[in-house]
């Protein structure tokens, strides 16, 4: 599916070059050069499906991979502003988040020394932030990412992840974020108080063949509010209801949200432990599970499961 995506786009960029940067600056202006963009972005439905995130990654390795830093400068507003907008096409949006994807990777390219090897080692001056974005850029980068909403939350998630991606274990980056947060003052919104409370030393659910999947669709929906990976899940566990999909269920709400509170409440607003256990809650009504493995997950998501 993704080379038939991918040759589709490639001919839409053929025909009229660099569309796909159109799209992100001036989406009516696409259309009048490409009409079949309007067609595909009807096709793509919503953000929470299997075929936008498809898309997403398409158009961001095929158009946007081999971008250098300094020709983003003049899409980077308009991207950031297709997250937060009403009525932004969404087409528009995922080629925005592609975008903007690729260009994480590059801006932090632009600020740790190609040399800095071990993360372990940092220290202020292992940074150099003589990188190719002009000041002005870098204020409107700084400035929409201080907004409340659940797509600037993401992207400002997947900073962290690139670091992860540069084997920047978790006390790394909390030390990154410290030294940086003079030039990314965003850096400060994250909470690292409650880093080490919610870990377990071992997870033994991790051994059951479901569990990847029900950890990834869950966290898909946690992150960033799609739904699709976890209700596939869900789908598998009511085409299939094997022990071992039901122990995964239960592991997962276990580790990802009832461990949690043993040592501190719920909290965070947007796609997080409450509106995840919501969630959770809903889809579980569809399952053909037994009446007390039902009461079981429910009191532990509602917090009303009684002690042994």
């Known amino acids: 599916m993704g080379a038939i995506i991918e040759r589709i786009f490639l001919k839409e960029d053929l025909e009229n070059e660099d569309i796909f940067f159109t799209v992100i600056t001036d989406f009516e202006e696409a259309l009048v050069q490409s009409p079949r963009l309007n067609i595909i972005n009807k096709c793509l439905g919503n953000l929470d499906t299997n075929m936008a995130t498809l898309c997403c990654d398409t158009i961001e390795q095929t158009f946007f991979m081999n971008e250098e830093l300094e020709n983003f400068a003049d899409f980077i507003e308009p991207a ?48 150099d932030n003589d990188f190719d974005i002009n000041e002005l850029l870098l204020d409107q980068i700084n400035s929409i990412l201080t907004f409340d909403h659940p797509l600037i939350h993401s992207l400002k998630i997947y900073f962290l992840r690139d670091l992860c991606r540069r084997d920047f274990l978790t006390d790394d980056i909390i030390k990154f974020c410290n030294v940086q947060k003079h030039l990314l ?20 659910y991790c051994c059951l ?6 950890e990834k669709g869950f966290m898909m929906f946690y992150s960033i509010g799609n739904k699709a990976p976890f209700q596939k899940f869900v789908q598998n566990i009511k085409k299939k209801p094997t022990l071992t999909a039901k122990l995964s269920l239960f592991g997962l709400l276990f580790v990802r949200l009832h461990a949690i509170r043993a040592s501190r409440e719920w909290r965070y607003p947007l796609y997080s432990e409450t509106q995840s256990a919501k969630f959770v809650t809903k889809e579980l009504a569809g399952i053909n599970l037994s009446g007390l493995f039902k009461a079981i997950v429910t009191n532990l998501l509602s917090n009303k499961q009684p002690s042994p």
């Open 185 to 204: 003052p965003w850096l400060r919104s994250f909470s690292w108080q409650y880093i080490k409370e919610c870990r377990l030393s071992f997870n033994p």
């Open 209 to 214: 063949p479901e569990y990847n999947e029900a």
């Open 80 to 127: 950031l502003e297709a997250l937060y907008k009403q009525g932004i096409p969404l087409l528009q949006k995922i080629t925005s988040i592609a975008l903007l994807k690729e260009f994480v990777h590059r801006f932090w390219d632009s600020i740790i020394k190609k040399d800095n090897n071990n993360p372990d080692q940092i220290e202020e001056d292992d940074f």
